[in-house]
């Protein structure tokens, strides 16, 4: 929204009214909403912002696009048409307008999901379901007086007390709403979250922060256990860049930005961050801070934690910040490490100064398919060990007759338009299974990106390739490596397709190092299968995993976990009692506790364990000195 | 599957098992070459296997776990590393087994034949067998028979191929390869050789664990080992090894395969091919080197009748199950997991438990025969002169009562209720002609020679003893069926007061100082009473209320024929106490431990003093010495001079005996001990 920067020249003062009707729009809401429409003026801002920020993608009504019961835009999902064809909707993705021809079968051989058996979600929210707000009237009263926008309304409290994670959602579909926020506000700038957070302690109520609301690990549900007034606050609007320094190759952004809106605006400059996790069209900057988060391609660009220079947080206590933007201090333990994957129980992360870099010259798609998950995993060991991360990334694979990657790629496979493709398409794939001798049901297909300037993109492209012949893999084509690349965002919007046809799942990860990838796998696996027998699920589950980060000395594992629950009482119990035992199974395998999801609440009992008793002493005695009162009160991760 | 299979239920008499059928019906009906030569295609893991032999080896030799220990070899040695590696390979070739489809066609004949002249049937429970077609492809396999006879792991690997089942890889002992020919064979059937000691050896150990392990994690084929360690020369259940079971675990507790599956196996035969021949070196005849030649003089046994054999396949017990909630998994991804490492404590114990339940799961499914009931109750009435031997008609009636005790305590007893008792008695009599005689409608134990014998009062008596072991390692056969309950007899027996908590203490006395004789779990010292409470409760011995345990009044003889059969250990025991404080001189080792104790015991037999000759048993005599220096009543000189000698500890010795005799009360004894 408004820049607002303060200084009061006049030409600030009629941008800011300019913003100001830009805003109007988004606070039309229902009359009678005690919502106070106040654009305040953020004070302290010692300059004006690099970069404007009109059109930004998420307003502060969130329903006005998003989903209120599913993943993403509203527009956009994946559908039935009348001719009983796949489809996926909207405007918005490459894929976006197509029919998917295989996507049917697919999800009746993989999980015996058929159109005669659909579930279908509550239609909207009914607003009477939502338990009315318990206010804190003298916070209430003194916050009216600080101008931050705020609101009660239930759409706007629903919409924050919920990730993504499977029992939320499938409660959110059934129309059942548990414990939600009282109340959500807006602070537009560092300044109004230092009054806020101030106002919070003084009146003691419960705050949340809230980010782009792509949570899996329940992190963003209220404890129900709360009985103060718990306020959500939404850092949406605090999504502007403040400023670019191109001589250090930094940036100052304010963390509510999104990671799409992030990406755009720094492109508009020629830059980019190149952090961009799976869910960066809808997480935040602050989110990412407070999760520890990686993505993609953090081969080059390195996770979140190589990413930031300088964090500025709000606790209880004050303001947490470094008093440099040295590359590296050596001032004790990093203070960075308290904040970062603190998954809001110490304060609100305001902005962060993050390293950027030029936009790449030149990308390069490509694919590799391997007879077997073994080889591919060898492969991608060889690869690491080579260095050679600087110029390819987002390497994946997945076992299991072309489950997922290929099954799914080819499932969601756009209608093609000319016959002359898919006579080729035929070919490779004669050409894999008969002549190479690759055996359908258990090939695997890893997907690659190369970035960088032209000359070494093909250099590093062929060394890849040079490695992946080593292993028996075989390249296939830029095209299935784009359709991977495509796929990493439509992927979550499968889910709900799924759940409209008794099909409930989720993925989940872990970091493991190279020598158990292979065990970790087969186990996990081989768990998820054994306890849905046990627990009674009627129809083969779908269990089977992906490597999506290496690193020297191991790599990220996704596991995909998803069944039919036709038959099954309490489905989402089943499937949380089954993901539970997966977890076991992962930590009893080597596996860390997360790679980069985070602990939140769904994981926290494992907490102790993964960094022993004094561990946790160590975190809760921050805690306790930051936050005494407990005002961030999600009561995540300790 | 689950772990709860392994323990025995609540009530034993609920306990399900499945019915038998005669595998040599079929061969007697059909061409045995045909059979040697059908199609065999057993059915396979589902993971990726390996099918020869020489990839197996291959893959051991260039193992991370056996480079890491050639490197240590030879940085501890200076040997040169390829020479170590070579040394490593040489070892390997001896292990190795070398699978050979024609050799085991070959056996299929041959045992066809065999089988069919000396057993009258071999019963398996199909059940059993399905039930291991299935876990086979699902998970590597371990078979885990009894030990009885050197025909178990012919008799396995014959069974595998008649119903299509992977043929198993058998570790045997080494004193196999000494057997030319036939060690050959067996290597081509599928055994592979380990020495029987090899302690500090890291070397072999890498070489011999990672072979096991290989063959595995791979699903090459099922292991099979003996978890008793050698063959049972008493038919009682020998106290598990641990060292094969730790390494088939490993490979799951590392988390390189889903899960391992333990198939306990009982095989009972209905009469021992072995049977004096145990007696005899029981006796201190030593065992016969295991020669070729040794094996045709056996020819002799092909004309002999042994009755029938029963083999039964426990249900499969998932080692993952086992160790939920026992072994945190995780303590093995903080070290690279090629390093050999020693288990740690938590794992050591699981092991050894799950070692425990595995025996007592084959205990519990060995079926028993008639006879077995027959030569507890004659070694129990052998009388003397005229009135020597039962009368066959009171041994009938008395056969049927214990018939009837051993179902009500669970046991899985084989008597054919259709035929009349005395017949099921005559035609066990007269399948162990060899050890028992009927004349005058009285029974008796063979113990008299032929009169054209001069021997000295020393070979008579041990000529008795072979007898009377070899009867002996009969009722060793029903031993843990009656065990639990005969201790708390005997507890009771000797007991100062029918106080429970004085009755506890004194079966907690006898359970720890038998644990090396009879296979009692490690740490179910209070299931083990409540078990025994619930039993003789239930047949209606014992009263038992919140503070005592009464005698019922039609008690006395479940309680008199308890205590009897526990009788010979109690007093074996005491005499090893005795000899220890009155014989034993300073330079007792333990390698003549047992002659000594032996000439002792045979002047004590002599001269009336004891009346079981079982007592001479060197089986007996170990277990006591390996309880009492368990107890610390005896301890081994380490280094020194004397090193290896035995010192023995009169005060606690005695006051051991005069606890086992009654004369003190635990209680007392427990306090003499701290």
Redesign the interface.
């Known amino acids: 929204m408004a820049s607002n920067s303060c200084g009061g020249g006049s030409d600030r003062q009629m941008a800011a009214q300019h913003r100001l009707s830009v805003i109007a729009g988004h606070l039309q809401r229902p009359s009678g909403s005690n919502t106070a429409v106040l654009a305040a003026e953020c004070k302290g801002q010692g300059s004006k912002p690099f970069v404007s920020s009109e059109n930004r993608t998420v307003p502060r009504r969130r329903q006005e696009i998003m989903k209120w019961n599913g993943w993403g835009y509203s527009d956009s999902k994946f559908v039935y048409n009348k001719k009983g064809q796949a489809e996926f909707t909207g405007k918005r993705y490459k894929l976006s307008g197509m029919i998917i021809p295989g996507l049917k079968d697919w999800m009746e051989n993989t999980f015996g999901a058929t159109l005669q058996h659909k579930a279908a979600a509550t239609p909207a929210l009914n607003s009477s379901a939502v338990p009315p707000p318990t206010l804190n009237e003298a916070f209430v009263e003194e916050l009216k007086s600080t101008g931050v926008p705020f609101s009660a309304d239930a759409e706007d409290r629903v919409f924050r007390a919920h990730g993504h994670c499977l029992h939320e959602i499938f409660a959110l579909r059934e129309g059942k709403i548990g414990r939600v926020p009282d109340m959500v506000v807006w602070p537009n700038c560092h300044s109004d979250v230092v009054k806020i957070v101030e106002l919070a302690c003084k009146h003691n109520v419960c705050l949340i922060p809230y980010g782009g609301g792509t949570s899996v690990s329940s992190a963003l549900e209220c404890p129900p256990e709360e009985t103060r007034s718990i306020i959500s606050l939404d850092t949406s609007q605090m999504n502007r860049i403040l400023w670019i320094d191109e001589k250090n190759l930094t940036a100052h952004i304010e963390a509510g930005i999104i990671g799409q809106d992030l990406e755009n605006l720094l492109n508009e400059s020629g830059y980019c961050t190149g952090h961009e996790p799976d869910s960066m069209e809808f997480s935040s900057l602050g989110g990412w801070v407070a999760t520890r988060a990686s993505g993609m391609k953090k081969n080059i660009y390195g996770n979140i934690e190589d990413l930031v220079i300088r964090i500025k947080m709000v606790t209880p206590q004050g303001v947490i910040e470094k008093s440099c933007q040295g590359p590296r201090m050596s001032t004790g333990p990093d203070i960075h490490h308290f904040i970062m994957g603190s998954e809001g129980t110490l304060g609100v992360i305001t902005e962060v100064t993050m390293k950027i870099r030029p936009v790449p010259e030149y990308q390069k798609y490509g694919s590799v398919v391997f007879p077997n998950f073994e080889q591919g995993v060898a492969c991608l060991r060889e690869v690491a060990r080579q260095h050679l991360r600087c110029h390819y990334h987002h390497f994946f694979l997945s076992p299991d007759n072309f489950n997922l990657m290929f099954s799914t790629g080819h499932a969601l496979k756009p209608q093609v338009s000319s016959i002359f493709t898919s006579f080729l398409d035929g070919l490779k794939k004669f050409y894999i299974t008969k002549f190479k001798g690759f055996d359908p049901n258990r090939l695997c297909v890893a997907t690659l990106l190369f970035e960088g300037n032209r000359e070494k993109v093909l250099q590093h492209e062929k060394q890849v390739y040079d490695i992946a012949a080593k292993f028996g893999g075989l390249a296939a084509g830029e095209d299935n490596g784009q359709r991977g690349y495509m796929l990493t965002f439509v992927i979550a919007y499968l889910r709900d397709l799924g759940m409209d046809y008794f099909v409930i799942g989720e993925s989940f990860e872990t970091s493991v190092p190279w020598d158990r990838v292979l065990d970790i796998c087969r186990n996990v696996k081989a768990r998820i299968i054994h306890e849905c027998k046990d627990k009674g699920v009627q129809f083969p589950p779908l269990s089977t995993c992906r490597v999506t980060q290496t690193y020297d000395a191991g790599a990220c594992v996704y596991f995909y976990f998803a069944f039919n629950y036709r038959g099954l009482s309490d489905p989402v119990h089943v499937y949380e009692q089954v993901e539970h035992a997966a977890r076991e199974e992962i930590l009893a395998n080597g596996g860390s506790l997360s790679h980069h999801h985070g602990v939140g609440k769904l994981r926290k009992e494992w907490m102790r364990e993964a960094v022993s008793s004094v561990g946790m002493g160590m975190l809760q005695s921050v805690k306790d000195y930051v936050d005494p009162n407990n005002i961030f009160g999600s009561r995540n991760l300790l | 599957m689950a772990s709860k299979v392994v323990y025995s239920p609540r009530d034993p008499m609920l306990k399900k098992r499945d019915d038998f059928e005669d595998v040599l019906e079929e061969r007697r009906r059909s061409g045995d070459l045909r059979y040697a030569l059908r199609c065999y295609s057993p059915v396979l893991y589902k993971g990726p296997t390996t099918s020869k032999a020489s990839e197996l080896k291959t893959m051991v030799l260039q193992s991370d776990q056996l480079h890491y220990v050639v490197n240590q070899v030879s940085r501890e040695s200076g040997v040169p590393l390829d020479d170590v590696q070579a040394e490593a390979s040489v070892i390997l070739e001896e292990m190795a087994h070398r699978l050979q489809l024609s050799t085991v066609r070959f056996f299929a004949f041959t045992l066809s034949k065999v089988f069919k002249a000396i057993f009258r049937s071999i019963c398996v429970n199909e059940e059993g067998v399905q039930r291991l077609q299935q876990v086979v492809q699902e998970h590597p396999v371990v078979l885990l028979p009894s030990h009885r006879s050197y025909m178990d792991f012919l008799l396995m690997s014959y069974l595998m191929y008649t119903y299509d089942l992977p043929l198993p890889a058998i570790a045997a002992g080494m004193d196999f390869m000494g057997m030319k020919v036939v060690g050959e064979m067996l290597r081509m059937s599928g055994a592979f050789f380990i020495r029987r000691s090899f302690g500090g050896d890291k070397l072999y150990w890498a070489v011999f664990s990672e072979y096991v392990k290989t063959i595995l994690r791979n699903g090459f084929a099922p292991l099979e080992f003996f978890l008793e360690g050698t063959r049972s020369r008493t038919s009682k259940s020998l106290t598990p090894k641990l060292g094969l079971l730790n390494i088939a675990m490993d490979p799951f507790l590392k988390?390189?395969v889903?899960?391992v599956s333990l198939v306990p196996v009982s095989i009972s035969y209905e009469r021992v091919l072995e049977e004096t021949l145990y007696a005899r070196e029981l006796l201190g005849v030593p065992k016969p080197k295991e020669s070729t030649s040794g094996l045709f003089k056996a020819r002799r046994v092909l004309s002999e009748d042994y009755g029938s054999i029963h083999v039964y396949f426990g249900p499969p017990v998932s080692v993952r199950s086992l160790a939920e909630g026992r072994v945190?998994?995780?303590q093995?991804?903080l070290t690279?997991?090629h390093i050999p490492r020693r288990p740690s404590e938590d794992v050591h114990s699981f092991v050894n438990d799950a070692a425990y339940r595995l025996v007592r799961a084959q205990e519990e499914n060995m079926v028993l025969k008639p006879w077995v009931l027959l030569a507890s109750l004659l070694l129990q009435n052998q009388g003397a002169g005229q009135n020597r031997g039962v009368p066959l008609d009171e041994l009938i009636q008395q056969a049927v009562w214990l018939r009837d005790l051993c179902r009500q305590f669970g046991a899985f007893l084989h008597w054919p209720d259709q035929i009349p008792s005395s017949e099921v008695v005559s035609s066990s009599l007269s399948l162990h002609g060899g050890l028992v005689r009927v004349s005058e409608d009285r029974v008796y134990l063979a113990l008299e020679q032929e009169p054209h014998c001069s021997l000295t009062a020393e070979e008579e008596l041990l000529s008795q003893a072979v007898v009377v072991l070899s009867c002996a390692s009969y009722r060793n056969q029903v031993l843990h069926v009656f065990l639990r309950p005969a201790l708390l007899a005997a507890a009771i027996h000797t007991a100062s007061s029918s106080q429970k908590q004085e009755v506890y203490s004194s079966f907690l006395f006898l359970r720890n100082m038998f644990s090396n004789e009879f296979i009692l779990c490690p740490g179910a010292a209070v299931q083990d009473f409540e078990e025994a409470c619930y039993l003789l409760t239930k047949v209606g011995a014992l009263h038992i209320n919140q503070h005592e345990v009464l005698t019922a009044e039609r008690g006395h003889r479940t309680l008199a024929f308890l205590t009897s059969i526990l009788d010979p250990f109690l007093q074996g025991y005491q005499m090893v106490c005795s000899f220890l404080c009155e014989d034993a001189t300073q330079a007792l080792t333990e390698r003549r431990f047992v002659p000594a104790v032996r000439a002792f015991i045979i002047k004590h037999l002599l001269k009336g003093r004891l009346r079981y000759p079982e007592v001479l048993s060197s089986d007996l005599q170990r277990n006591a010495l390996a309880a009492l220096l368990r107890l610390g009543a005896v301890q081994k000189v380490q280094g020194g001079e004397e090193s290896g000698t035995l010192k023995v500890n009169r005060v606690m010795l005695n006051s051991l005996e005069d606890t086992l005799g009654g004369r003190l009360s635990t209680q007392k004894a427990l306090r003499a001990h701290l």
């Open positions: 988390g390189e889903f899960d945190n998994r995780s093995f991804s690279p997991r």
